[in-house]
């Protein structure tokens, strides 16, 4: 686990991947920037007291502005590791052909391409999951803010969970055979646990969480390439040595 974060971060000044980390945030934010205008249209002239029974505060421009930035903040903090994993699994197979050709040429070669339909089904499908786990946490979220630690510790066991699982996912497309895939998924759950807790910790941080989807899919691909193709490769050996076993 540690040696493919390592990889990973290592990765990040390559070319390729400097370029996918770019083109990433660049549209992160601007799906989030949209969001902020939307809010502000619906914000704007409305009237929030009312809407609850509580009197009349009709919003103004300023209102509209600093409520949108405030909503838009929030929901950021909560929904920016779906809407990153989305964006970057469109960018999947670029990353995984560049680092496999970096660190894994004799496996590049074999791997299969990720269809468009089914890389969007693949992003849909994880920040789907990233969703859903938070909203069920939401209860929980609130209940531990008398904490002031407890909503960000729950927040990165959420969403380590999720997102170790979603980059495995990931990593594990392009190549084997979906029995293979499995197998080798169910194997390597713990590391999985590990490389998305880590992920959710940058997602916390400003900045680094720009780049916390583009490391948590190049670590999964590494994590990927160290295992996978050894795990198979022991199960033939024992397979080769059962008839001669059974033979004796």
Not at 81 to 93: E, L
Not at 200 to 228: E, Q
Request: glycine share 10%; charged share 10%.
């Amino acid at each position: 686990m540690l040696r493919a974060l390592g990889l990973a971060v290592g990765d990040l000044v390559h070319r390729p991947v400097l370029a996918i980390i770019v083109q990433a945030a660049a549209i992160s934010l601007l799906l989030f920037v949209l969001l902020g205008g939307v809010l502000l249209w619906l914000l704007s002239g409305s009237d929030p007291c009312e809407f609850v029974g509580l009197g009349s505060c009709p919003l103004g421009f300023g209102g509209g502005v600093a409520g949108a930035i405030g909503l838009t903040l929030l929901a950021a903090w909560i929904l920016y590791p779906a809407v990153a994993i989305a964006v970057v699994t469109a960018f999947t197979d670029r990353i995984a052909s560049a680092v496999e050709e970096r660190h894994y040429a004799a496996t590049a070669n074999t791997a299969k391409r990720i269809a468009i339909g089914r890389g969007l089904l693949m992003g849909l499908k994880s920040a789907g999951r990233l969703l859903l786990f938070n909203l069920l946490a939401l209860p929980f979220y609130l209940l531990l803010l008398v904490t002031g630690v407890g909503p960000l510790i729950l927040f990165v066991i959420v969403n380590g969970v999720a997102f170790g699982r979603d980059v495995a996912e990931l990593a594990a497309a392009r190549h084997g055979d979906r029995v293979s895939r499995r197998a080798w998924l169910k194997h390597t759950r713990g590391q999985q646990h590990l490389i998305g807790l880590v992920i959710s910790i940058l997602f916390l941080v400003p900045f680094a969480n720009l780049l916390a989807p583009v490391i948590g899919t190049a670590a999964g691909i590494h994590l990927f390439s160290g295992s996978f193709w050894a795990m198979n490769s022991d199960k033939r050996r024992v397979a080769r040595l059962r008839p001669h076993a059974a033979a004796s």
